[in-house]
């Protein structure tokens, strides 16, 4: 692990930074932290790829900052992060909501994005029935806490499938939302109750972009993921079998073979 300042943000930055090469930037889902990108750090690299991947504020091991935390605002982040490491233009990716912050990255930072990677997210912000959800996930993490709220998120975020066959993954999983404070999860549900519509922002986007979704994702399904790609002019779609969700863990081979293939056209 390494820490970055960011000091007009009263922030410390937790990030991995694996391998050399083309920089490519991986934003994690909720609630999660970096290390859900493990399974994708040796075989990058291995491929002239240089991996970052920071914890969000207030994640893992990122200070809060003093500013709130918002989809916009981690964009930002994001943004000055590559400027404290002098990475001018880099590929970013996310998953879930990463994948949000990386749309709102691509919106407010276009010349500093040299490709972009959408995985299991979509543009849509939460209609009224998903933001009365984010708001009774807010009173259930302030009546029973932050780990019975991640113990029962997992099961929609993982393909039964997963469950029943890898309980190695189900555990990895597990390990890193448990850990996740309260104030960290009710922060992050605020931002996504909150979020702007990202649709508008899709037809600006003219670098290369890849769209993934896990064939058995229910949180944001199969045909969310085509929509998003027909969306971005020229953007390729890549379903990874026997995955839910959380695509990169569940089925990391196809995952980061789709990656490669795609990354390997700018190289």
Partial sequence: MKTVELPQRGLHLAYDDVGTGLPVVLLHAFPFDREMWAPQYGPLSTEDVRVLAPDFP????????????????????IADFLTAL????????????????????ARKHPTRLA??????????????????????????VKADGAVAFAESMLPKLLSEQTRTTASRVVEFARK??????????ISALLALRDRADAMPGLEKITVPTLVLV???DAVTPPLAAARLAANVKGSELAHIPEAGHLSNL??????????????????
């Fill in 214 to 216: 896990g064939e058995f």
């Fill in 250 to 267: 569940e089925n990391p081979d196809v995952f980061n073979a789709a990656i490669l293939k795609f990354l390997k056209k700018m190289m």
């Fill in 86 to 105: 002098k990475i001018d233009r880099a590929v970013i990716g996310g998953l879930s909501m990463g994948g949000y912050v990386a749309m709102a990255f």
């Fill in 115 to 140: 490709a972009l990677i959408l995985a299991d997210t979509r543009p849509a912000p939460d209609d009224a029935t998903a933001r009365e959800g984010r708001n009774k996930a807010i009173a259930a």
């Fill in 176 to 185: 890193i939302a448990i850990r996740q404070t309260a104030a960290a999860v």
């Fill in 58 to 77: 207030g994640f893992g091991q990122s200070t809060s900052g003093k500013e709130e935390f918002t989809i916009d605002g981690a964009a930002d982040v």
